[in-house]
């Protein structure tokens, strides 16, 4: 039933509406939370080889409500991943003993433990935009962590045999392994700042045991085990339910996504200015480009013409890849300059007033991204002077 009630407050806080979309963290961060601890029965055994008791007297620990807390640091690798190490500490109260130390039955105990140790966690946040959920404003994330758990058990007894001397009071340590699954919400207005919930499953291995001290009235008929009887636990399994901070201190806003590409139209161009268009790839003069020089050598006649410049340009796109592809744009530019003085001194213009100019790629009509066919960038400009 706890369990029950346990998993349903989570699931009711991590539905909750948050504050803002919780964001993907580059760089390092710090993490804090604390909160509801629930262990799993755990069965134990009693007993020293050594003694007429050497096959030892089984049993099972009950644990009531408890605690538990981390605090950690680890670095966000801005893609979802996150690494990081943490420092954990836990307490449960036992209230009950079954099996052999209770006759079969189940007594009112006394006794508490309490862990500490350290984990390595490896974590991934889980960008909802990629399921077209953009404006949902969570960031869910799941992890695991293997580690090393320090427990002890401090003075656990039968209630109704009265309290004996200490005894449980070993420490021992083993192996542990979490899984964490949770998310994120930003607070708005602290940059860096999230508030987080998360349930986490722990489990720490066996072969924890201790020698208790004193005389032992575990057993519910006052049975006596000696100094120095061995007590040793199974594997322990852990519930937790967390709230916490997140600060993340790379929390720059990101970047503004790029802008929609906008064809800019030509600028208007000056009276004595004549626009000559290009195929992809070639230099030869179509029938509506030798139209266009006609009409710029005719006005070259009627007005005080003292130069002719014709400039030759390409788009950003080649038919060669790489440095050699700038190259080859350059001497395209100039080689459709070259058609157009042929066919201007054709038209009777003066080879003398025609200057010739190629610049490649450079000063386009249509702004484009790199390695883009744009038909107008494809020119040669014929201007009077």
């Not at 893609?79 to 079954?98: D, F, K, M, P």
């Not at 998360?198 to 072969?207: E, K, L, N, W």
């Not at 990101?254 to 230099?283: C, E, I």
């Amino acid at each position: 039933m706890r369990i029950r009630n346990a998993l349903l407050a989570m699931t009711s806080m991590v539905a909750l509406p948050s504050f803002a979309m919780a964001s993907t963290i580059t760089g390092p961060y710090v993490d804090m939370a604390g909160g509801y601890n629930l262990v799993q029965h755990q069965q134990f055994r009693q007993g020293n080889p050594g003694t007429s008791h050497g096959r030892g007297i089984g049993g099972n620990a009950h644990s009531g409500t408890g605690f538990n807390g981390y605090l950690s640091t680890g670095y966000g690798f801005g893609n979802g991943l996150r690494l990081e190490i943490e420092g954990t500490y836990n307490q449960t109260h036992i209230t009950r003993l079954g099996g052999a130390f209770a006759a079969g039955g189940n007594r009112k105990a006394h006794g508490k433990s309490e862990g500490w140790g350290g984990f390595a966690n490896v974590l991934y946040d889980i960008d909802l935009g990629m399921f077209g959920l953009n404006d949902v404003p969570v960031t869910p994330f799941v992890g695991i962590g293997a580690g090393y758990m320090w427990q002890r058990y401090r003075k656990v007894y039968n209630r109704s045999t009265g309290r004996p001397d200490p005894n449980f009071n070993n420490t021992q340590g083993g192996f542990a392994a979490q899984f964490i699954a949770g998310a994120a919400y930003d607070i708005p207005g602290v940059p860096g700042l999230a508030l987080t919930t998360q349930y986490r499953f722990m489990g720490q291995t066996g072969s924890m045991s201790g020698v208790t001290s004193g005389r032992q009235y575990l057993h519910n008929n006052n049975e006596n085990h000696g100094k120095g009887d061995r007590v040793s636990f199974n594997t322990r399994y852990t519930h937790q339910f967390m709230l916490g901070l997140r600060y993340a201190f790379n929390n720059a806003p990101p970047p503004p996504p790029p802008a929609p590409h906008v064809v800019v139209p030509p600028p208007a161009q000056a009276a004595r200015t004549y626009l000559v268009f290009f195929d992809w790839d070639k230099s030869n003069l179509t029938g509506r480009a030798r139209d266009i020089v006609a009409q710029a050598a005719q006005a070259s006649t009627h007005v005080q013409t003292t130069r002719i410049e014709v400039n030759g340009y390409t788009d950003n796109s080649a038919a060669h890849p790489g440095p050699r592809g700038e190259k080859y744009n350059m001497g395209l530019s100039l080689r459709r300059a070259n058609s157009v003085k042929a066919e201007l001194i054709r038209l009777g213009v003066p080879a003398t007033a025609i200057d010739i100019h190629g610049y490649g790629d450079a000063n386009p009509l249509v702004a484009t991204a790199k390695n883009t066919r744009e038909p107008q960038n494809r020119r040669v400009e014929i201007i009077l002077k």
